[in-house]
């Protein structure tokens, strides 16, 4: 007598037959991929439209230059670490106070630069040259990164959808960030905490409210 297997043993059979396993880091690569695919059509766009620094050869020499950058960088590497995890299903955000951190190392710099300053000249340190711009130009190159990072999330199974929007719109515009210190001719810390930092707070919440939307599976 031929035993009859049940049509759901067959048809599970059928659905896992070809299933191979997905490497540990599948999340990140692919979050990679698409932030630092959104970062070089970001950068072009700025080659394009505003070009480079004069004096970029001169600067990447200056303690100023690289400290604002590494306050962009370790933003968007803090970001993007939580982002990997809130990629994935029954995630928790246990790992959300990990993302003040680089502006809490970066704020000390503030401090000693007011500190060797006269209060008198601290609204040029403020201001700079672009200030009416900088927070703009940040979004503006954000949006080809946030893109990216959204195409790589259709791919996840988020369940925290508007924790998980915050930090990918955090992490685009602190990527955006880096991508404008190739044409922002002010390198003060106040500069970049204040005008910078307002770019990234204001992508984080147009991310929240648009999270839902743009990042379900």
């Known amino acids: 007598m031929i035993a009859v297997r049940p049509p759901t043993d ?13 490497p540990r880091s599948a999340v990140e ?13 970001s950068v072009l766009l700025l080659m394009v439209a505003l ?3 004069p004096d970029l050869a001169a600067v ?8 604002k950058a590494a306050y962009m960088g370790g933003t968007a590497a803090v970001s993007l670490f939580v982002a990997a995890r809130l990629a994935r299903p029954g995630s928790n ?7 003040p951190i680089p502006f809490l190392a970066f704020l000390p710099l503030v401090i ?31 949006v080809p990164i946030y893109i990216g990072i959204g195409w790589a999330f259709r791919s996840f199974a988020p369940t925290r959808l508007e924790a998980a929007g915050t ?30 930092t307002i770019a990234f707070a204001t992508a984080a919440v147009l991310g929240r409210v648009f999270g839902r939307r743009l990042l379900h599976w």
């Open 10 to 22: 067959a048809l599970v059979e059928s659905l896992v037959a070809d299933l191979r396993p997905v």
């Open 29 to 41: 690569l692919r979050l990679l991929t698409g932030a630092f695919g959104g970062a070089a059509i």
């Open 51 to 53: 070009g480079a620094r």
């Open 60 to 67: 990447l020499t200056s303690a100023r230059f690289w400290s």
């Open 93 to 99: 955000r246990n790992v959300l106070w990990l993302l």
């Open 112 to 142: 000693a630069e007011l500190s060797r300053t006269s209060p008198e000249d601290w609204a040029p340190l403020l201001l700079g040259h672009g200030w009416r711009l900088c927070t703009w130009l940040v979004l503006a190159l954000s």
């Open 167 to 196: 930090v990918t719109g955090l992490s685009a515009s602190a990527i955006a960030g880096v991508v404008y210190c190739l044409h922002c001719p002010t390198d003060t810390a106040l500069f970049a905490l204040v005008w910078y």
